[in-house]
């Protein structure tokens, strides 16, 4: 499978600093051993189209709302992502299930309005320390991919990222044999599902980690925080 490189940018850089990251980025780009997405804060994402266009650097939004228009304030729409030449949508991210409290349901909706406009949904799920140490990853994740994909298109393109809540901006990243183990497990469960999509891990994912973690089983490339906000930092991570 062809590995992905992701990169969450949350709530960080301009569209001036954008401009400024993809000048410099486009220079190393061709380095990068799989394909490269880019997730801008909402109004950063005009500054990526225009700097990204004829380039190998795909983009997307954070998140959307499950409509298109309307008296929806506040809210991002996926076919404004989509005119802007966006190819994918970021999904329950674990901020937006904690902080924004999106549910699965909300998820599952986002995840069809996503697939029905011809994007890419790259569905975020993970267990939080308290969920690992009581053994019920398993069973949170199962529960993750079951509601949130209740209403996906198994015909049309899908992205996973696992990324456990515990190792998101803590330093802490998850040892190798989680990693395989828990991909491995995440793998399964797509499959007796009927879905077949590159998984990605997510968390504390740097330049000296990263190595190791992309041998591991069903591991198909990355989605990263801190670490991608740095031209050399993240062209690193996608070389490998
Ligand atoms: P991190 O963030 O790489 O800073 O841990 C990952 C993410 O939130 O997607």
């Not at 996503?114 to 949904?121: A, D, E, W, Y």
Request: with cysteine; hydrophobic share 40%; glycine share 8%.
């Amino acid at each position: 499978m062809k590995k992905i490189f992701a990169a969450n940018w949350k709530l960080f850089k301009s569209p001036t600093e954008t401009r400024n990251f993809f000048k410099s980025f486009k220079e190393v780009s061709a380095k990068a051993t799989g394909d490269l997405v880019f997730f801008p804060s909402a109004i950063s994402l005009e500054a990526a189209s225009e700097t990204v266009k004829g380039s190998n650097i795909a983009f997307g939004a954070q998140n959307c709302y499950v409509q298109v228009q309307g008296a929806f304030t506040g809210e991002n729409s996926a076919q404004i992502v989509k005119e802007l030449g966006g190819q994918y949508i970021l999904i329950g991210h674990s901020e937006r299930r904690q902080l924004f409290g999106e549910t699965d349901a909300l998820i599952a909706d986002k995840v069809a309005l996503t697939q029905s406009l011809g994007l890419i949904p790259m569905l975020c799920i993970g267990e939080t320390l308290q969920e690992r140490e009581a053994t019920h990853t398993f069973r949170v994740l199962e529960t993750q991919l079951l509601l949130g994909l209740a209403k996906a298109d198994k015909a049309k393109p899908i992205v996973i990222a696992y990324e456990p809540v515990w190792a998101i901006g803590t330093g802490k990243v998850a040892t190798p044999e989680q990693v395989a183990e828990t991909h491995t497990d995440v793998h399964n469960i797509l499959t007796k599902m009927g879905f077949t999509a590159p998984i990605l891990y997510g968390g504390s994912v740097k330049p000296d980690n990263a190595g190791t973690l992309i041998k591991q089983p069903h591991v198909s490339g990355f989605l990263v925080g801190g670490a991608s906000l740095e031209v050399d930092s993240f062209i690193k991570i996608a070389s490998v």
